[in-house]
């Protein structure tokens, strides 16, 4: 079994629409949570962190976590073909994140159509 | 105020040989991480760096190694190179120890091994 789980996609979103991201952890501990967006060739990009149950929200993004399910989130609103890239999730378990550790799912390409 | 600095971006070697990918983190953050990036992948953890020394490792042969130095830059050499070692190298930057750390990417060095 994957420790973080994403599916891969690629997710097509219309310009202007809501894109939906889901990743699901194995690690019941795991404390910390990450969104990275690559665009093709290029390195991860962080966008959202976050460590607390519920919403968190920057710009036209927002992360929800629910560490009860394993279950983090990763909206895009008002979505625009700048944001078309695959999409990481990354999840931090202590003690080895502490050694900047993270482990990483496969990502979800989002393809946002004009 | 100065990300973190990977060299060299793009390079080639040929099967049995070594390289040797450099790394100057962030200002400001002692800590070094380096990941292998496969094709279609999330990064994979290959050990971290600090106060010059070797904290955790991930799942990798002994074929990769690497050093730290005093100004916490850093270096990953590969030696014996596989064809499956071709990936996209990417150095990441923290500061100090502890859980929850966020880590910075650079842009990373694509070897390809032929």
């Known amino acids: 079994q994957k420790e973080v789980e994403q599916n891969s996609g690629p997710l097509s979103v219309p310009e202007g629409a809501i894109a939906s991201l889901n990743c699901t952890y194995s690690d019941r501990v795991s404390q910390s949570f990450f969104w990275y967006r690559q665009y093709s060739g290029k390195s991860p990009e962080l966008i959202m962190s976050?460590?607390?149950?519920g919403d968190k929200e920057d710009g036209r993004f927002t992360a929800q976590l629910n560490k009860a399910s394993q279950y983090v989130s990763l909206l895009i609103r008002d979505s625009q073909p700048s944001d078309s890239a695959t999409y990481l999730c990354a999840v931090g378990t202590p003690p080895t994140d502490s050694w900047g550790k993270l482990q990483f799912g496969a990502g979800t390409q989002v393809v946002v159509t004009p | 105020d100065a990300g973190v600095t990977q060299s060299p971006t793009h390079l080639i070697k040929t099967r049995g040989q070594q390289v040797t990918l450099r790394c100057s983190p962030k200002?400001?953050?002692?800590?070094v991480s380096w990941y292998q990036q496969a094709l279609g992948q999330g990064p994979q953890f290959i050990f971290q760096?600090?106060?010059?020394?070797?904290?955790q490792r991930g799942n990798f042969p002994d074929r990769f190694s690497g050093h730290q130095f005093p100004n916490y830059s850093s270096e990953l050499n590969v030696n014996a190179l596989l064809l499956g070692d071709s990936a996209l190298y990417l150095c990441?930057?923290?500061?100090?120890?502890?859980?929850?750390?966020?880590?910075?990417f650079g842009e990373g060095s694509w070897l390809t091994v032929v």
């Open positions: 990441a930057s923290s500061l100090g120890q502890g859980t929850g750390n966020t880590i910075y």
């Open positions: 200002s400001g953050h002692d800590t």
């Open positions: 760096y600090y106060e010059e020394e070797e904290r």
């Open positions: 976050i460590y607390s149950n």
